[in-house]
Structure formats: C-alpha cells, structure tokens
C-alpha cells in the first residue's frame, strides 16, 4: 500500500466514523464477533486454525490449542464487562464528563500470536474510534480475518477498519499510517522507541513492548500437586513455542539450593507428553543454531557440575542450572530450571527481568510469603501455572486499563453539563 | 588529538608457554605466521592436519572440560584421524568455564567478551600474548592494508574504539593497538573514550595530510560507525576519505547505538564518509579465537566478496544438531579451527549461521527488525551481553 493509498483509507474511516452504532450496540456487536471467533465450528475459527500454521510456522497442534484455551473466556459477556468497567456503565458517559473518541487510530501489530492482534483492533471500536490497522509481517491473516468477521457482524462496524498493508522500510507511508491523533502499537523496544521518534509530540501513543513470563515452581512439591504443576508448565512453554510475552522463559524452583531430582523428572515428562501432543513449530535454521548452542553449553557444564543437567527430549531441551544467573533464552521450548534457595535469591532473580515482566506462572502450592513478594516483582498478572496463555480480556497489559489509553475524555461544565 | 596515545609495543611480552611440548607446538605454528607470505603457497591441508592433530592431543590433556566433552562425544586423541572430527568447544562455554591448558599462575592476559555489568562475559586466558599478536598482524595486512603486506610503509589508521590502555581487557583494542604501533603513522590513534567518541578528533586526523603512499584506514566498532555517522548528521558535517582509503567495521551493535541490518551499515558509511562500498571491509572475529576473518573485497577486489582468514585457520559449517558439514551452498553453523588458540581449545563452535562461497564463507546474520515471530523479549538482548 502507497502513501496515498494510506491516505485515501483514512479518509474513507473518517467518513466511516459518523455511520458507527452507538456505544451499547458497538459493543454488543463487537461481543458477538469475539463469540464467534471462539467458536470452533465457526468460519473465521477455522480459517486462523487451517491457515495461521503455514503463515506464522506454528504447528496446526499449538494454533488450535492455544486459540481454545486463550479464546475460551473471551465471551461477550466478558467484553460488556471490562467495557464498563472502564468506561462507566453508560458506556463513555460519567457525570459530566463524555467520551470523545479520537478521530480515527492507527494499529501497528507486531507478532504473529493472534489474541493480541483481535483485543488491538476491537480496543479503538469499543471507545469509538475507526482503526487504521497494518498487519504484523509475521501474521497476515488474523487482522484479515478480524476485519472480514466484523464486516459481517455488522456493515457499519466492518467500515470502520481498513487493513493497510504497508511495508516497515516504506517511510512515506509509515509516515501516511502514523499521521494519527492515536498510534497504538506492538514490538521490539526498539521497534517501538523507531515510531515514537516519527510520531509529532501530540499523537498519544500506546506502544507494547516485548516482555517475557516466568514460571514459580515449588521445589519441595511432590506427588499429584508436582504432576499438575509440572503439567500445567508444559502447557505454558509448549503454547506458542515459548515465543510469546507470556510464555515462561524459565522457571525459578523455589526453596532447595538446587532443582530436586523429583522436580527435575517431573518436569521433564510432563514437557515429553506434552511436546508430544503440541509439536514445535519451523524452526529457523539461525535459531537452530542458537539452540545447538546452548544445549552443547549447557552439556559441558554438566560434565563438570552435578547440579547442572541436561535432558533433549521429543521437541524440547530442559536444563536444570545450578544457580540462578541469567543465561541466554531463545525460546523454541529450551526451558532453564533456576534454583532459588529463599526469597532473597528468588527477588535477586527477578529483578534483573522487572522491567519486562508480564506474567508469573505460580505453583499451585506455593507459600503466600513467596505469592506476596512476586506480586511486588514488577509483573502485571500473577496466574496458576496452566493458566499463562489464556489471559483474561480484562487483563492490565502493561500494568494499563485495555481501553482507556485509547478514550479521549470532555468534561462539560456549565450550562447543560448534567 | 587522539584521546590516548600509544605507548610502547606489545609485542615482545615475555612468553608464558612453559610446557615444553606445547613451546614446541608455538614455535611451529609461530613458524608458519612468521613466513614471509603464509598465503604463498596452496591451502596446506597436510601440514594443517598434523598440526591440528598434535593440538588437539595436547588440549585434550591439558584442559580437563574439553577432555570430559570430548569423552563424552567419543572422540579421544586415539579416536580422531582428521582435523574435520576434532570436537568443536561451544563458544559461550567461555563464559562459564575456564578453558585453559596453562595453570591459572601463569595467566599473562585475559580477554573478555563486551556485556553490561549484569552479563556474564567470556574470558580467553592467555599466558603468551606473542602467538595472539603473530596472528593478527598478517591477516590485517593482507585483507586490509594489501599494498604494505610483507612491506615496509605506514598507515593512517584512525580508529574509533578504545585505546588497549583504555580497554587492556578487549582483543579488538588489543588487535588495533599492534597494528597502529606498527602500521600507523604519526596522525594515527585511537578516537573513543568508553562510548563517547571524539568526533572532532577524528575530522582533525583525517584532514591532517598524508605522506605519498601512506593509506588511510578507518576501522572500528559497528555502533562507534554508527555514533560518528549520526554525529556528523546532527552537525551538518561531512567527510570525504581520500582516494584509496577504506573503512573496516566489525561487532554488533549490542543496544549501543540504532541496529542497522551490515548492507544499510555499509551504505551509510559509504555515503557519509565519502568511500565506495566497495572499500569496506567486514571483519568476523571473536574474542575466544585468535585469529579473525575478513571481506576479501581489498585484495581480491576482482573476484566474488566472502570471508577469508590466515592459513593456520579452517572453517566448516555444520548441520547445528548433527555436527555434520552441510552440503556447499547451505546454511550452516560456524565451527572454526585456529591454531593460533594453541592455550585454549583450536576447535570452537559459534552459535552463528554461516555459507560456504567458494574458498571461503559468508556470515549469515539476522537482520535488526526482522523479529520473532513471538512477542518475547530475547534475555541475551535485554542484558546487553
């Protein structure tokens, strides 16, 4: 897409904007399009499950799993909640003051996970603004998919998106697309810090960053309560080949001076059965050689040092370290096991990743003294493990409201301000 | 001026190597460096061999983590027969463990990889730094200053990366300082403090005139390219090398600067600077290695650009989970071999994906911006290491 034709786009949602429903029938009928995204049998379901594999190198195993579990609370019920929630039960209007959506706001997806591409592009329809919304490279098809559902939800709603497809390194229509009193946007840091330099001082900007998870396992947890843990960690790093902000990037094990063998093994089986019925994605033969690498690392150390191990089983490598120093993650399912005798080295360890933390899969086991002081390691969402890719709708990314970065508020005084 | 100057060669550290078999193993691998062209004769595959051999049988003595890596891939010194199956080192084992076939007591020198204070960086200990030096100086002449090889003559070499003084733990500033006391003529030196680079000290010694047939060589740091570059944007300025000069650029950019995919570095460099692209010269190395690799554009300028290093070194792509060469023309993880790493380990595995060209290899590097398809933070880039 040219600069004109990003031009030519926007004017068309400008026009669009006057034609949107009203706050309460917007957001019913955005419900009903997440309803129907969640629904298995439903066209758009199936057209994400039979063609994301091949445009974003998932396996058809993970995209269909994890759409079901991350999709499954994401009701429109759900929607109509956190909408009020944020915007007050009038849907934009609170006393005197109403909800003065920006005129149009442009989407700059990053990624190739679908669930942050569907609440970014509903975000500016819930508050009433029409969407101006370049697909990630990674992912061409959800934003697609998006738009052609609303538009059959409702004509109305359907007008008010346009998909630009734009390429990044074109600078006349990045320039086009980012000439937005909003730019809500998702990537690298550096990514993110390239468009704020673009952006005039006066468009809000909304970026995300990338962040990353980690698990919290308890290292002296046995039995059934390890298996589900263990389970639901595999769950957690097999999703999305632990290529998503909230996949755990490692686990710290919680209370012994290194990983316990019970730990260990349990962990290991539950990533054998679980890799097993979600298979890793392509691999790239760059990060092939990553993983090569720091598996072979990872083997010499143990060669030298009982308490570190290795285990290269059916699409994963495990390895359980002998500290807690942070080592290279390139995720693609190569899981580091981190011993944290106490709080102390448990805090040590995270604060190295504060500032990018999303999410802190917990054992279920786990002491409330360790739950306190992870509420207070920078993360914006504390959750079972098992539960790390399905957050809820109403999740605070960023620590931040979901719609209210993008709702531009008038507060009316005087004549007629009740 | 130069922020630092140059004081005293390196070279002629008294050498450390005191086993007596491995004195001997220096003194003939130092032999073949110290020929007056190395490259004279045809890629000596017999006399590398043996002496990859005689190495590996030393190292797998005297360094007990390649010993017990070795063991435990089954290749022992009675075992291996080819230069090609000697086990390869991971490099960033480096960063964990000491991979040394000297007592610690003797350690001359260590080298350490750039990181931020909270990455763990890798350490190539040393007790002789004369076969490190003896490696360098050839290779950068030959790749970079190919009409003073095997010459006498001098350079302006204006570098834009510490002083050794500045930076005693960093083999690039190491590297740069032997051949700006060799090489270099009096305008030479060395033009960043830490990050901060002395722009105008770099105009200053790039105006000063050169002697007849005295080249001009820039080189350094990608990001310190990077910094002078967006200096001269922000201050309206310009440089136009003379006729003749090159540029060589190595490293990442490891958040010190904007990521620029190496092409668009090239390109602006060119343009800034006022020098062809094809005068720019890439330069792969490692801080674990003691050789480098170089673009062959300066002294093969007529045929295909790829990297090349000194005779002592060979390098293999292999599959990344097999080990095995991958077919020529596929991608395929570095596994290098340098001889001149006679107190480390000679066989190191990079982590980085590489292709074969024709006598030798191109760096396939992943381009800044083109990401994941995840929304993951990588840990390596949050830390800087």
Same mark, same amino acid.
């Given at each position: 897409?040219?600069?004109?034709?990003?031009?030519?786009?926007?004017?068309?949602?400008?026009?669009?904007?006057?034609?949107?429903?009203?706050?309460?029938?917007?957001?019913?009928?955005?419900?009903?399009?997440?309803?129907?995204?969640?629904?298995?049998?439903?066209?758009?379901?199936?057209?994400?499950?039979?063609?994301?594999?091949?445009?974003?190198?998932?396996?058809?195993?993970?995209?269909?799993?994890?759409?079901?579990?991350?999709?499954?609370?994401?009701?429109?019920?759900?929607?109509?909640?956190?909408?009020?929630?944020?915007?007050?039960?009038?849907?934009?209007?609170?006393?005197?003051?109403?909800?003065?959506?920006?005129?149009?706001?442009?989407?700059?997806?990053?990624?190739?996970?679908?669930?942050?591409?569907?609440?970014?592009?509903?975000?500016?329809?819930?508050?009433?603004?029409?969407?101006?919304?370049?697909?990630?490279?990674?992912?061409?098809?959800?934003?697609?998919?998006?738009?052609?559902?609303?538009?059959?939800?409702?004509?109305?709603?359907?007008?008010?998106?346009?998909?630009?497809?734009?390429?990044?390194?074109?600078?006349?229509?990045?320039?086009?697309?980012?000439?937005?009193?909003?730019?809500?946007?998702?990537?690298?840091?550096?990514?993110?810090?390239?468009?704020?330099?673009?952006?005039?001082?006066?468009?809000?900007?909304?970026?995300?960053?990338?962040?990353?998870?980690?698990?919290?396992?308890?290292?002296?947890?046995?039995?059934?309560?390890?298996?589900?843990?263990?389970?639901?960690?595999?769950?957690?790093?097999?999703?999305?080949?632990?290529?998503?902000?909230?996949?755990?990037?490692?686990?710290?094990?919680?209370?012994?001076?290194?990983?316990?063998?019970?730990?260990?093994?349990?962990?290991?089986?539950?990533?054998?059965?679980?890799?097993?019925?979600?298979?890793?994605?392509?691999?790239?033969?760059?990060?092939?050689?990553?993983?090569?690498?720091?598996?072979?690392?990872?083997?010499?150390?143990?060669?030298?040092?009982?308490?570190?191990?290795?285990?290269?089983?059916?699409?994963?490598?495990?390895?359980?370290?002998?500290?807690?120093?942070?080592?290279?993650?390139?995720?693609?399912?190569?899981?580091?096991?981190?011993?944290?005798?106490?709080?102390?080295?448990?805090?040590?360890?995270?604060?190295?990743?504060?500032?990018?933390?999303?999410?802190?899969?917990?054992?279920?086991?786990?002491?409330?003294?360790?739950?306190?002081?992870?509420?207070?390691?920078?993360?914006?969402?504390?959750?079972?493990?098992?539960?790390?890719?399905?957050?809820?709708?109403?999740?605070?990314?960023?620590?931040?409201?979901?719609?209210?970065?993008?709702?531009?508020?008038?507060?009316?005084?005087?004549?007629?301000?009740? | 001026?130069?922020? /630092? %100057?140059?004081?005293?060669?390196?070279?002629? +550290? *008294?050498? @450390? &190597?005191?086993?007596?078999? $491995?004195? !001997?193993?220096?003194?003939?691998?130092?032999?073949?460096?110290?020929?007056?062209?190395?490259?004279?004769?045809?890629?000596?595959?017999?006399?590398?061999?043996?002496?990859?051999?005689?190495?590996?049988?030393?190292?797998?003595?005297?360094?007990?983590?390649?010993?017990?890596?070795?063991?435990?891939?089954?290749?022992?010194?009675?075992? /291996? %027969?080819?230069?090609?199956?000697?086990?390869? +080192? *991971?490099? @960033? &084992?480096?960063?964990?463990? $000491?991979? !040394?076939?000297?007592?610690?007591?003797?350690?001359?020198?260590?080298?350490?990889?750039?990181?931020?204070?909270?990455?763990?960086?890798?350490?190539?200990?040393?007790?002789?730094?004369?076969?490190?030096?003896?490696?360098?100086?050839?290779?950068?002449?030959?790749?970079?200053?190919?009409?003073?090889?095997?010459?006498?003559?001098?350079?302006?070499?204006?570098?834009?990366?510490?002083?050794?003084?500045?930076?005693?733990?960093?083999?690039?500033?190491?590297?740069?300082?032997?051949?700006?006391?060799?090489?270099?003529?009096?305008?030479?030196?060395?033009?960043?403090?830490?990050?901060?680079?002395?722009?105008?000290?770099?105009?200053?010694?790039?105006?000063?005139?050169?002697?007849?047939?005295?080249?001009?060589?820039?080189?350094?740091?990608?990001?310190?390219?990077?910094?002078?570059?967006?200096?001269?944007?922000?201050?309206?300025?310009?440089?136009?090398?003379?006729?003749?000069?090159?540029?060589?650029?190595?490293?990442?950019?490891?958040?010190?600067?904007?990521?620029?995919?190496?092409?668009?570095?090239?390109?602006?460099?060119?343009?800034?600077?006022?020098?062809?692209?094809?005068?720019?010269?890439?330069?792969?190395?490692?801080?674990?290695?003691?050789?480098?690799?170089?673009?062959?554009?300066?002294?093969?300028?007529?045929?295909?650009?790829?990297?090349?290093?000194?005779?002592?070194?060979?390098?293999?792509?292999?599959?990344?989970?097999?080990?095995?060469?991958?077919?020529?023309?596929?991608?395929?993880?570095?596994?290098?071999?340098?001889?001149?790493?006679?107190?480390?380990?000679?066989?190191?595995?990079?982590?980085?994906?590489?292709?074969?060209?024709?006598?030798?290899?191109?760096?396939?590097?992943?381009?800044?911006?083109?990401?994941?398809?995840?929304?993951?933070?990588?840990?390596?880039?949050?830390?800087?290491?």
């Amino acid at each position: 897409m040219t600069a004109g034709e990003v031009r030519a786009a926007r004017e068309r949602l400008v026009q669009a904007k006057a034609d949107l429903p009203d706050a309460a029938d917007r957001v019913e009928l955005l419900g009903a399009l997440l309803d129907r995204l969640r629904d298995p049998t439903s066209e758009p379901h199936q057209k994400l499950v039979a063609r994301l594999p091949a445009a974003s190198g998932f396996s058809p195993e993970v995209v269909r799993e994890g759409l079901r579990l991350a999709l499954a609370d994401w009701t429109g019920e759900a929607l109509l909640a956190l909408a009020r929630r944020e915007l007050g039960p009038d849907l934009g209007v609170r006393g005197a003051r109403r909800l003065a959506p920006f005129e149009t706001v442009t989407v700059v997806l990053g990624g190739a996970l679908p669930m942050p591409t569907v609440i970014e592009m509903l975000g500016p329809l819930v508050v009433g603004s029409p969407a101006l919304v370049k697909p990630a490279s990674r992912d061409p098809l959800t934003a697609r998919v998006v738009a052609d559902s609303l538009a059959e939800v409702s004509p109305e709603l359907g007008r008010a998106v346009e998909i630009a497809s734009v390429r990044s390194d074109d600078g006349q229509a990045m320039a086009a697309l980012c000439q937005a009193p909003c730019v809500v946007a998702s990537g690298s840091d550096a990514t993110m810090g390239a468009l704020r330099e673009h952006l005039p001082a006066t468009t809000r900007f909304v970026p995300h960053g990338h962040r990353l998870s980690v698990a919290v396992l308890d290292a002296r947890a046995r039995g059934d309560a390890l298996a589900r843990d263990a389970a639901g960690l595999a769950t957690d790093v097999c999703l999305w080949d632990q290529l998503g902000c909230l996949s755990p990037a490692f686990a710290l094990v919680v209370g012994e001076p290194t990983v316990p063998d019970a730990v260990w093994g349990a962990v290991g089986d539950a990533l054998d059965a679980r890799a097993a019925a979600l298979p890793r994605g392509r691999v790239a033969p760059a990060t092939a050689a990553v993983l090569a690498h720091e598996r072979q690392e990872a083997q010499m150390r143990a060669d030298a040092n009982a308490d570190v191990r290795v285990r290269e089983g059916n699409d994963f490598v495990l390895v359980a370290e002998a500290d807690a120093r942070l080592r290279p993650l390139p995720g693609h399912r190569l899981l580091r096991l981190l011993p944290a005798p106490g709080e102390g080295e448990l805090a040590r360890a995270l604060a190295d990743v504060a500032p990018h933390l999303a999410a802190v899969g917990i054992a279920a086991s786990m002491e409330p003294v360790v739950r306190a002081l992870l509420a207070r390691s920078g993360a914006s969402r504390l959750c079972p493990l098992g539960r790390m890719q399905a957050p809820p709708l109403s999740w605070s990314h960023d620590g931040q409201p979901v719609f209210l970065p993008l709702a531009r508020w008038v507060d009316l005084e005087g004549p007629g301000a009740d | 001026m130069p922020l /630092v %100057d140059a004081e005293g060669p390196l070279t002629g +550290v *008294p050498e @450390g &190597a005191g086993d007596p078999s $491995r004195r !001997a193993l220096d003194e003939r691998v130092r032999a073949w460096m110290a020929e007056p062209d190395p490259w004279a004769s045809a890629p000596d595959d017999a006399r590398f061999g043996a002496l990859a051999l005689e190495l590996f049988a030393y190292q797998f003595e005297h360094c007990a983590p390649y010993r017990r890596l070795c063991e435990r891939r089954d290749r022992t010194p009675g075992q /291996v %027969d080819r230069w090609q199956d000697i086990p390869a +080192v *991971p490099a @960033g &084992a480096f960063k964990e463990l $000491r991979i !040394a076939c000297f007592d610690p007591s003797a350690t001359r020198h260590v080298f350490r990889t750039s990181g931020t204070s909270t990455a763990h960086r890798g350490a190539l200990h040393l007790d002789t730094l004369a076969l490190y030096e003896a490696s360098l100086v050839p290779s950068f002449e030959r790749f970079l200053l190919p009409e003073l090889a095997g010459r006498p003559g001098r350079a302006r070499i204006v570098v834009l990366a510490p002083s050794a003084n500045t930076a005693p733990d960093s083999s690039l500033s190491h590297m740069f300082q032997v051949m700006v006391e060799r090489r270099g003529d009096g305008a030479s030196g060395f033009f960043m403090g830490g990050d901060a680079l002395d722009v105008d000290g770099v105009l200053a010694a790039l105006a000063e005139p050169c002697g007849e047939g005295v080249p001009t060589l820039v080189c350094g740091t990608a990001f310190a390219f990077v910094h002078l570059l967006d200096a001269l944007g922000r201050e309206g300025g310009a440089i136009r090398l003379p006729e003749g000069a090159r540029v060589m650029e190595t490293g990442g950019f490891k958040g010190r600067s904007r990521e620029l995919a190496r092409d668009a570095l090239h390109h602006e460099i060119a343009d800034g600077l006022g020098v062809p692209a094809t005068r720019i010269v890439n330069q792969y190395g490692m801080t674990e290695l003691g050789s480098q690799f170089y673009d062959t554009r300066l002294n093969q300028p007529e045929s295909p650009c790829r990297k090349l290093g000194p005779p002592w070194t060979r390098v293999l792509l292999v599959d990344p989970d097999l080990g095995t060469p991958v077919a020529d023309g596929e991608p395929g993880a570095i596994r290098i071999f340098d001889l001149a790493n006679t107190g480390s380990v000679a066989c190191l595995q990079t982590a980085d994906l590489g292709r074969r060209a024709g006598d030798g290899f191109e760096v396939l590097g992943r381009a800044p911006g083109a990401e994941e398809r995840g929304c993951s933070i990588a840990v390596d880039e949050m830390l800087g290491g």
